[in-house]
């Protein structure tokens, strides 16, 4: 069954240091997801992307978070500066309109540890 | 914004009963409502979904209520068996390709 890969699994990083995220969405997907949780929390809508820009993206989703698609297969979650608080386990999602039921397909996710 | 809301936060039921969870919204312009269940460590991961123009869907174990009028949609496991102890989360959206936004969660503990 297809599947959403997300790398790395775990980052650990010092506060004020960027950050990467990457996540490979299913290959016949158009719309790409970002979620996080922090422990014990809810899980929170970052941003969506279609047809290589922003569809949407929350409050959460400042001017330190940054996404892109580079090549047509990957698609990244770029945290310029870390702060003690970004620390939470990151999901990457991607979806079709074919199913009629917008359902996403979700990653593992990749917990960002920030000391 | 608490757009979805799921007020139970835990549920412990014994093996081969019922388990039924439940999920209140208030933004009327949803149009899919989806369960997903969580292990830890673990991507959340599709169970069941219904539309907004019904009212059930079934699939095994799995049925899906939801009352529009009220607001309130319904997951029922039954019979309820060890591995579906887990995270269950509720979620909502507008349209296909529109964000999911989801409950706080139901943790799910099926004893044997």
């Known amino acids: 069954e297809p599947e959403v890969t997300q790398t790395p699994s775990h980052q650990v990083t010092q506060m004020g240091q960027e950050v990467i995220l990457r996540c490979v969405p299913i290959?016949?997907?158009?719309?790409f997801y970002w979620y996080r949780q922090i422990l014990g929390q809810k899980v929170e809508f970052l941003v969506s992307?279609?047809?290589?820009?922003?569809?949407?993206k929350s409050e959460i989703f400042d001017d330190q978070f940054s996404v892109e698609r580079p090549d047509g297969s990957n698609f990244t979650l770029k945290i310029r500066s870390t702060k003690l608080e970004d620390s939470a386990m990151y999901f990457c999602?991607?979806?079709?309109?074919?199913?009629?039921?917008?359902?996403?397909?979700f990653g593992a996710g990749s917990r960002l540890t920030v000391l | 914004d608490q757009q979805v809301k799921q007020n139970s936060p835990s549920l412990s039921v014994q093996e081969g009963r019922i388990s039924i969870l439940n999920c209140d919204y208030t933004?009327?312009?949803?149009?899919?409502f989806l369960w997903y269940k969580k292990y830890p460590a673990e991507g959340p991961t599709f169970l069941i979904s219904?539309?907004?123009?019904?009212d059930k869907n079934e699939d095994g174990r799995f049925t899906v209520f939801l009352n529009k009028s009220a607001k309130h949609l319904s997951l029922h496991i039954v019979p309820s068996q060890p591995g579906d102890s887990a995270v269950y989360f509720c979620?909502?959206?507008?349209?296909?390709?529109?964000?999911?936004?989801f409950g706080g969660g139901t943790r799910v503990l099926v004893k044997p």
């Open positions: 933004n009327s312009m949803f149009d899919y």
């Open positions: 290959s016949n997907h158009l719309y």
């Open positions: 979620a909502a959206s507008k349209a296909a390709g529109n964000k999911l936004t």
């Open positions: 999602a991607s979806s079709s309109d074919y199913t009629g039921a917008n359902v996403l397909t």
């Open positions: 219904i539309s907004s123009i019904k």
């Open positions: 992307f279609y047809n290589n820009e922003i569809s949407e």
